[in-house]
């Protein structure tokens, strides 16, 4: 009796399991057709942009080195919940994001989208270097057709370089949500802290040499 209980038990987890991973696959497919949300421009005109590359605190760096850029913010992007944390934000199926905030007169989104795969490793899956997990998957927001488009043709330019498939998702932007407090400019607050100085900063500095240096703000250079 109790092994036929234990059985029933272990049959309804696995049901039980299908059934979640069948409805976020359903949420999934319509994240991805819906139509795209056009983040408003800041009083002084910049405009937002938003990136998701595995861990936040080193992404959020790469764009703040960038000249135009005014602020890179460290969030969750990608999912199906609302207010997402950093202690469930995966459960939702967010992935760490960064919102992008630039003048369109000193740097254009092409160069934001250049800059993107240029600071990671284009062909990694559900991660980048030791962050691993659909969390930490690389993901372009698009909010426009001219925007979608110059993210496809980057795509389509590197996909002739490389063997394997462009890892990158091209997904409508739809929401951004800020992070905690003590994720904002991490970087740059603890730089003795040892993920940031054995992760953060050797990814920060091959951006650093294969980007061009007259694009990179004086003090990055």
Excluded at 13 to 30: D, H, I, R, V
Excluded at 38 to 65: H, L, Q, R
Excluded at 117 to 134: C, E, L
Aim: include cysteine; hydrophobic fraction near 30%; aromatic fraction near 14%.
């Amino acid at each position: 009796m109790r092994l036929k209980l234990f059985y029933l038990a272990v049959f309804i987890t696995f049901c039980s399991c299908g059934n979640t991973k069948k409805e976020k696959t359903e949420a999934q497919k319509q994240l991805a057709s819906a139509e795209p949300v056009e983040a408003s421009a800041t009083k002084e005109g910049d405009k937002k942009a938003y990136f998701a590359s595995g861990c936040f605190w080193c992404v959020e760096a790469v764009y703040e080195s960038i000249k135009g850029v005014k602020e890179s913010i460290s969030g969750y992007s990608g999912g199906t919940g609302k207010n997402p944390t950093y202690e469930n934000y995966g459960k939702t199926d967010h992935a760490e994001a960064v919102e992008v905030i630039y003048d369109p007169n000193v740097v254009d989104f092409k160069t934001l989208v250049d800059a993107y795969f240029a600071s990671q490793n284009v062909t990694q899956q559900n991660g980048q270097g030791p962050d691993i997990g659909r969390e930490y998957r690389s993901i372009i927001f698009y909010q426009n057709a001219e925007q979608k488009q110059i993210i496809e043709n980057k795509i389509s330019e590197l996909s002739k370089e490389y063997k394997k498939p462009i890892a990158a998702e091209v997904m409508p932007f739809q929401k951004f949500w800020r992070a905690e407090e003590y994720h904002q400019d991490y970087k740059k607050k603890h730089p003795g802290n040892s993920y940031i100085q054995h992760v953060s900063i050797p990814r920060f500095n091959k951006f650093r040499k294969n980007f061009p240096k007259e694009l990179l703000k004086e003090k990055y250079q």
